[in-house]
């Protein structure tokens, strides 16, 4: 009569590998999950529980500001240029992280150089003036300059002159 063989010897051990695998490493990533643990979570809300709440940033569509008269560039230094102005919000919300963006052109209009600075109020108010500053690199060949708004890292925000 044939022996009856235990069930790790028909072939069935790597299943009882894989198990036992699953069981140690957990989900095959290594005991990591996607969400957080309880403590995690916990210690995360703890940490934000000071953090001033997020505010709708406008999309640069909706964002409109008005250039102020007197916006000039000079060279500051014989290694400088200085873009300087002042920006009104003229929307009904506020805008963060406003950058204004000089771009420098010979006298044919040929980009020579750009670079960019933040408004001096964080964030700028509905309504409210801001001065800005922009220091570029002096170039000789600088004739131009113009003068953009951008939220930092995104679109372009439309301007107009008062």
Known sequence: MKALRPWYAKGWSWVAIVIIGLIVFGNLGGGETATPRKNEAAAQSASNSNAIPATPQPTAVLAHLILEPGASWSQSSSSYVTFIGQV?????????????????????????????????????????????????????????????????????IPHTAR
């Open 88 to 156: 009104t919000n003229d929307t009904s919300l506020p805008l963060r992280r406003v950058q204004a963006v000089a771009t420098f052109k010979d006298a044919a209009g040929v980009f020579v150089s750009s670079d960019t600075g933040f408004l001096d109020y964080e964030p700028l108010l509905p309504g409210q003036t801001s001065a800005f500053k922009v220091l570029a690199r002096y170039n000789p060949a600088m004739a131009k300059a113009s003068i953009e708004f951008k939220f930092l890292g995104a679109g372009a």
